[in-house]
């Protein structure tokens, strides 16, 4: 059931990390809702956090804002460990719930989230980010028209220095990987968008840094991977390198895209700019050309997009079952690591482009 109200959509924030910050800037700059509450684990330091986003109510216990009527959706921020139970009682709840990645722990409990999804008159949506940027979109747009032929290879780099905000991004109990599942997943999830299923995956992965100094000065150690080399055979024959890294000096503007198609080659977020097509069929010109994407504050596309599905305005998306999808890869590609071998995944779903 979407919230049909003339008023602003109530939202509560659940997890007071680092990430709360975009979707606070990102749901002001969309408009349409407004954010009511913050919940964090620590009372200090989630009052704290809900001055410094002037967020009028915070609370240590999620259930007290699923138990209250007056909030509409809620925005699920916690560690891995805890999305599942969070998500399906906010959804039992038939509040709108906003996940953020990875889904979940591991694929059986996205799968149980999904149920709990069908159950409820509520809309389940996956925080998939970069979905949103207006250079993806753009892209999108230009695969759709055929402008570069047939794809034939594919390139993309998820980059950064790591987490150090806080020290369960680095405990294998609270996490089910390192970079493949903290940073990678956005990047199977843009391949899967753009471009379609993947049906096979092969990769290697090691863990270069196994001690880590966080922003507070504490040390912490990690067995969890923080570079991975993986490459996908898509259903339309493309093939794909995929580089993660939690490990980059200067880390990459999010992802870097290279798509090498038939007709030209289309560049996202490296030297050439936000957007750069070599296309001399399209533009004319043999020679790099720079595409022009609206400017828009970041996250604000996003969570307008996630609104509109709450308040009824838009129709469902398919992130909850990309969300699976991604572990559903992520999770090949730690076989793969581990037996050296080429993992083969299951049939697309319905829905997907080929």
């Not at 919940?39 to 259930?63: F, K």
């Not at 207006?134 to 780099?157: K, Q, S």
Request: charged share 25%; with cysteine; aromatic share 6%.
């Amino acid at each position: 059931m979407a919230v049909v109200k003339s008023a602003p959509v109530s939202v509560a924030i659940i997890g007071a990390g680092f990430i709360a910050d975009y979707h606070v800037n990102g749901l002001r700059s969309a408009g349409g809702a407004v954010v009511d509450a913050l919940v964090g684990r620590r009372a200090e330091t989630t009052a704290r956090r809900a001055a410094e986003l002037s967020i009028p109510r915070w609370e240590t216990d999620y259930r007290k804002v699923l138990a209250d009527p007056a909030i509409d959706a809620v925005i699920v921020a916690t560690p891995d460990d805890s999305h599942s139970a969070i998500a399906c009682e906010a959804l039992a709840a038939d509040k709108a719930v906003l996940l953020q990645k990875p889904m979940a722990f591991d694929a059986m409990e996205c799968r149980g989230i999904l149920a709990a999804a069908a159950a409820s008159a509520a809309p389940l949506t996956v925080s998939f980010m970069h979905r949103y940027f207006p250079e993806v979109a753009w892209l999108r747009r230009l695969l759709g028209e055929g402008g570069l032929g047939a794809i034939h290879m594919i390139r993309i780099r998820n980059a950064t220095p790591g987490a150090d905000w806080n020290d369960w991004f680095y405990a294998a109990n609270r996490v089910s990987g390192g970079v493949v599942m903290q940073l990678g997943v956005h990047g199977i999830d843009l391949c899967r968008h753009l471009f379609g299923p993947i049906v096979d995956v092969s990769a290697r992965m090691r863990t270069a840094r196994p001690q880590r100094r966080l922003k507070d000065g504490r040390t912490v150690r990690s067995r969890l991977e923080d570079n991975a080399l993986a490459s996908y055979h898509l259903a339309s024959g493309a093939m794909v390198t995929h580089e993660m890294s939690y490990t980059e000096v200067g880390g990459c503007d999010r992802f870097r895209l290279e798509v090498y198609g038939e007709h030209g080659s289309a560049w996202l977020r490296t030297g050439q700019g936000a957007a750069a097509l070599l296309a001399p069929s399209i533009t004319g010109r043999d020679e790099w050309v720079n595409a022009e994407v609206p400017a828009e504050p970041l996250g604000a596309a996003h969570h307008r997009h996630w609104i509109d599905i709450v308040k009824g305005d838009a129709p469902r998306d398919d992130t909850p079952e990309a969300g699976l999808a991604s572990i559903e890869v992520a999770e090949a590609i730690y076989r793969s690591a581990s037996s050296e071998r080429r993992e083969t995944l299951g049939p697309a779903r319905k829905g997907e482009r080929s």
